[in-house]
């Protein structure tokens, strides 16, 4: 079981292992303040984006550490407004939503504490939203 665990992470990766080589990051909310040598578990969401350099792909990494807000609202960048993208989680769904609307409405991962969800969004060639 834990063999498949990991292969099945390693595969997630591999997938998206090319935007953190050639891509662009941004960090989705502030980052998080470790005290040190502590290192306690920060009690804020952190969120990361990793963007293709045309935008035709990225992924957004959100954890929740311990923070007491089960959402929030998580705002992709440098997307292409007009156009659509799919968007997968981690949790097997799927939607697709205009890079306008990501940027605006943005993505809404619900987690229990110490959980992190993984969206994948890709742009639609010629798709509408």
């Known amino acids: 079981e834990t063999r498949r665990i990991v292969a099945a992470a390693v595969a997630e990766y591999t997938s998206f292992r090319h935007l953190l080589k050639d891509g662009y990051v941004s960090h989705l909310l502030p980052q998080a303040t470790l005290m040190s040598p502590q290192l306690k ?18 992924v957004v990494l959100a954890f929740r550490n311990i923070s007491p807000e089960e959402t929030i609202v998580l705002r992709p960048r440098g997307l292409d407004h007009e156009a659509s993208y799919d968007v997968a989680g981690n949790d097997g769904a799927t939607s697709r939503m205009t890079g306008a609307a990501l940027a605006t409405q ?16 890709r742009r639609v060639e010629g798709g509408a939203a």
């Open 41 to 58: 578990t920060p009690a804020v969401w952190e969120a990361f984006q990793f963007r293709a350099r045309d935008a035709s792909e990225a």
């Open 106 to 121: 943005g993505l809404r991962p619900c987690l229990a504490p110490l959980t992190s969800a993984r969206y994948h969004l």
